[in-house]
Each structure stands twice: as structure tokens, then as C-alpha cells.
């Protein structure tokens, strides 16, 4: 991007740090919830899952108590599986969120500067007159 062509003077730094201030930084805020919970939540309403834990409860009321304890345990080790995996893809996703991190080229002071985007300012003519 070539220098400033359009004699833009952009955002001055006090007007950045009232603009930070006033709004807050340039990025979404997730809530934190139990990732655990909703991991068994999840494992748990699978159609699939159902129909292991339904075919389970059949075999344990008809009587076949070893094939509905061989039922549980095969039930058990899948969920334990999905478990392992969705927290290795969970720790790879953060990791690679805070591996890239997105940069912009801003105006600031009358000079062309990259920034990252997290430190990009909103602003309108009124909040700074």
C-alpha cells in the first residue's frame, strides 16, 4: 500500500487510547463453559448413542444381563474415544487461534502502519468532538 496518497491523518493516539477505552479491543469475547459437560451432553444425544443405551435397557430387562454389562462397557469406551478426541481438536483449535493472528494496515498520526486487528479502533466524528 503506498503512503498516504489521500492526506488522511487518520486516528491520532489519544484518540486510540479514548476509543479503546470507550469501546473496549477489537474482539469477540465467547463465554466459558464447561467443555466436559457439554462434551458428554453432546456424546449423549447422538441417535447412535441412543440406540446402544436403548438396545442396553432391552437387554438388561429381558434378562440378558451379560450381554447388557458387555453393551455398557462397549458404550463406555466409545464415549471415552469421542471424549479424547474432541479435547485434542478443542487444544489444536485454541492453539491455532492464538497461532494467527489477523494484522491490518491502518492510518495513524498521517502514517500507513500495520497493526493487528484486535487493536483496531471504532470511531465515528462525534465521538471525538
Known amino acids: 500500500m503506498p503512503e ?39 456424546i449423549v444425544q447422538e441417535p447412535m448413542m441412543i440406540l446402544l443405551l436403548v ?31 474432541f479435547s485434542r481438536s478443542k487444544n489444536a483449535l485454541e492453539k491455532l487461534n492464538d497461532f494467527s493472528q489477523p494484522k491490518c494496515k491502518v492510518i495513524r498520526n498521517g502514517k500507513v502502519e500495520d497493526i493487528n486487528s484486535e487493536e483496531l479502533c471504532r470511531w465515528n466524528h462525534s465521538s471525538f468532538q
Open 4 to 42: 498516504n496518497n489521500f492526506y488522511i491523518s487518520g486516528l491520532t493516539n489519544d484518540q486510540v487510547l479514548e476509543a479503546r477505552n470507550k469501546f473496549g479491543l477489537n474482539k469477540l469475547n465467547y463465554k466459558k463453559r464447561n467443555g466436559l459437560f457439554d462434551a458428554i451432553l453432546r
Open 55 to 85: 438396545a442396553a435397557t432391552i437387554y438388561f430387562i429381558s434378562g440378558n444381563t451379560g450381554d447388557g454389562i458387555f453393551m455398557i462397557v462397549a458404550i463406555v469406551f466409545q464415549a471415552s474415544i469421542s471424549l479424547f478426541q
